[in-house]
């Protein structure tokens, strides 16, 4: 009886694999393999807009009814600074929330299923064709969700020119709080059509970067070393718990920046210092087709991504879709997600590659990003 207990186990063991073999033989196929993959990545990030909006729709309509309520009486300084706090908060979590989990949800799925290992494979395909070697998939996935994980993830590159060259790219590289940017202020406000024009200008971006560093810099291609797991189904435990593990940064570190985020602003309207920081940096905000009060949130997304969108909210005190132009929201979105994306991921590219490289890349990439989009606002102007 155990032997045959045995022999059946081996029989289904075997089935399955033959299972698993022609499912991996269309997933990794040549030409369906990267098709089925860019159609999953584009549904994926379809239903992260969609689901990102509605539960966004609900967060807004519950914190403006929160916020309206400390509007009626007058308030002290203090009371008028501690409402900015909690507008920053407020603001900052029904913006930026809903497009981290989801998205956080949406990961901890592919990976569950054992899909996520198969579309780098595919990936890494179209990495070679631009002169990327295979293993910097890994880090720029990685760089989905967060970017400072993934800069210390290209330690498994070679050598410190592939490590240094991959690192370049994560200011092309949306993480978690900068798809909420383009997801929450853009898509929101400006509509699906033109979230995915932003995705797709940074797509743009990233491809003139990476051959004008090509003309620079000679880096082998090396193949990609992967193991395949096994297809699984998922455990919704196991996906909420790798969730929270990666959202744990969000919780401890950008809530509490948000509210400092609110904080700071408010102090800077009371005391009139608004003004004298905007106006030095008016020449950027022209280039740009912006309002000059939007330098604030473009200077504050630079300390965390996440205050980008409050901070927008706070100084424009209206709906972003009546104070700009689609076109405006549009640059914006692109002025605000290319880059370098915080200061800890300069913090993590100081230790990595030093203090020189880390600011000659940040500065530059924020250079790139502001030339870059006041470009494609001239250029969308013409045409």
Not at 9 to 35: A, C, F, N, T
Not at 133 to 158: D, E, H, N
Not at 293 to 319: N, Y
Request: one cysteine or more; aromatic letters at 10%; glycine letters at 8%.
């Amino acid at each position: 009886d155990a032997q045959e207990s045995r022999g059946l186990g081996d029989v289904y063991k075997r089935q399955e694999e033959r299972s698993q073999e022609k499912v991996d033989d269309v997933l990794l196929h040549k030409i369906w393999g990267p098709l089925i993959t860019g159609l999953s990545i584009l549904a994926i990030f379809g239903m992260l807009l969609y689901l990102g909006n509605l539960i966004q729709d609900v967060l807004m309509s519950l914190t403006k009814s929160l916020l309206s309520s400390f509007g009626a009486a007058e308030h002290s300084v203090t009371t008028i600074i501690l409402i900015q706090g909690l507008t920053g908060l407020t603001t900052g979590v029904s913006v930026a929330l809903p497009y981290v989990f989801l998205f956080y949800l949406f990961l901890g799925l592919l990976e569950d299923i054992g899909l996520l290992s198969r579309f780098i494979v595919n990936m890494e395909r179209f990495l070679k064709k631009i002169s990327l070697p295979g293993k910097s998939f890994i880090p720029l996935a990685l760089g989905l969700g967060c970017t400072v994980p993934a800069i210390r993830a290209t330690r498994i590159l070679s050598s410190r020119k592939e490590q240094f060259h991959t690192a370049s790219l994560f200011a092309f590289v949306p993480c978690s709080s900068r798809i909420a940017i383009i997801m929450g202020i853009v898509g929101f406000y400006g509509g699906v059509r033109l979230a995915i024009s932003v995705f797709a200008t940074l797509f743009i971006a990233g491809l003139i970067w990476v051959f004008g560093i090509k003309k620079i810099v000679n880096i082998k291609s090396e193949p990609l070393l992967l193991e395949l797991p096994s297809y699984r189904k998922p455990l919704i435990k196991n996906i909420f718990a790798k969730s929270w593990i990666r959202m744990k940064d969000f919780v401890y570190i950008v809530i509490p920046l948000l509210i400092l985020g609110g904080i700071a602003y408010g102090i800077l309207n009371i005391t009139g210092l608004t003004e004298t920081i905007v106006k030095p940096l008016s020449p950027i905000t022209t280039w740009l087709g912006l309002p000059k009060v939007t330098i604030i949130p473009l200077a504050f997304g630079f300390l965390q991504k996440d205050l980008t969108g409050a901070m927008l909210l706070s100084v424009l005190s209206s709906e972003i879709s009546l104070a700009l132009t689609p076109l405006q929201i549009y640059t914006l979105g692109v002025a605000s997600t290319i880059g370098i994306p915080c200061i800890i991921a300069l913090g993590m590219l100081i230790r990595e590659f030093g203090f020189k490289k880390a600011i000659v890349l940040t500065v530059t990439s924020i250079v790139y990003a502001l030339l870059f989009s006041g470009l494609a606002w001239r250029v969308i102007l013409v045409f």
